[in-house]
């Protein structure tokens, strides 16, 4: 029996298409992870909106039957969270992009501007990012303490910026190393000077970056303990980890009001990350891959 071309168009039509079982067996591992990462946080925001007799009586995922919103006001005026909140956001809203800044210019120079030393200077650099900062606690304390900066705001943000900038920089000159020197060179020409070429031209190419470095740089400033724990004696100078972790010493029994405090933490750095997460993958791609 002869075949028709409609014939065989129509059957291939038809035709269904090949499974990829290894796509579908990593959607699979996907999905896992994602269960196993999300229940923690599901768990938490649960159990903020319970009694105490409920958490006891009831599943940890099942739903608060009667939702406690007031266990938030409680625990944020319990555990004095308007003033460490305050302070965290100082230390944050300043050191955060203030080191993005000096990132980004530190990187430039070294990936667009020749003098003496640079190799040697960006070797040093990344030297810094291999040291941990927990043996260097001590001799931080020494350093601080002995500039009187103790249980002030520069005395956090100076260390964090020395700690994190390090960082930054190779992942940001990584980043202008792949950009076409023609770009710079012809502003040159134009009589350009590097500040307006770093303002005009690479900052806006390398904002994807720099917002996923933002990300990054928010979450650890955030979220940062020991060092506060350190350098901040004064409880009136203490950010969120510090008040949190203080709170839970008191509270801990109070199942309700610190997971509260857990929610009221966790979610600055959370929606942050949902604002600038869509250039978060592609930023951490460009700099990784670029030079």
């Not at 009589?191 to 770093?198: R, T, V």
């Amino acid at each position: 029996m002869t075949l028709t071309a409609a014939s065989i168009e129509q059957e291939t039509a038809f035709e269904k298409p090949a499974r990829d079982w290894v796509l579908i067996g990593l959607w699979i591992a996907l999905a896992v992870v994602a269960v196993v990462w999300i229940a923690p946080f599901v768990f938490i925001i649960f159990t903020s909106l319970k009694t105490n007799a409920a958490v006891m009586n009831s599943s940890a995922f099942a739903l608060p039957s009667d939702p406690q919103f007031s266990n938030y006001v409680t625990a944020w005026s319990r555990g004095r969270f308007s003033t460490t909140f305050f302070n965290s956001v100082i230390i944050t809203v300043i050191k955060v992009p203030l080191g993005l800044f000096i990132s980004a210019m530190a990187a430039y120079a070294l990936a667009k501007i020749e003098f003496k030393g640079r190799k040697l200077l960006l070797l040093a650099i990344l030297f810094g990012t291999m040291i941990p900062f927990q043996v260097m606690l001590a001799p931080l304390f020494t350093l601080v303490n002995g500039l009187h900066l103790i249980d002030t705001y520069p005395g956090v943000i100076l260390p964090y910026l020395a700690f994190g900038i390090p960082y930054q920089v190779f992942i940001l000159q990584s980043f202008f190393r792949g950009i076409p020197k023609e770009l710079s060179e012809a502003a040159r020409i134009d009589g350009a000077s590097h500040f307006i070429i770093f303002r005009r031209i690479f900052l806006p190419v390398c904002l994807p970056v720099l917002a996923a470095l933002l990300i990054l740089d928010f979450v650890s400033t955030w979220n940062e303990f020991a060092m506060a724990l350190v350098l901040l004696q004064d409880r009136d100078m203490w950010t969120l980890p510090l008040g949190l972790s203080a709170f839970q010493g008191q509270f801990s029994r109070d199942y309700g009001q610190l997971n509260s405090a857990i929610v009221m933490t966790v979610l600055p750095a959370a929606i942050v990350y949902l604002i600038f997460q869509r250039y978060f993958v592609s930023g951490l791609t460009s700099g990784a891959v670029k030079g």
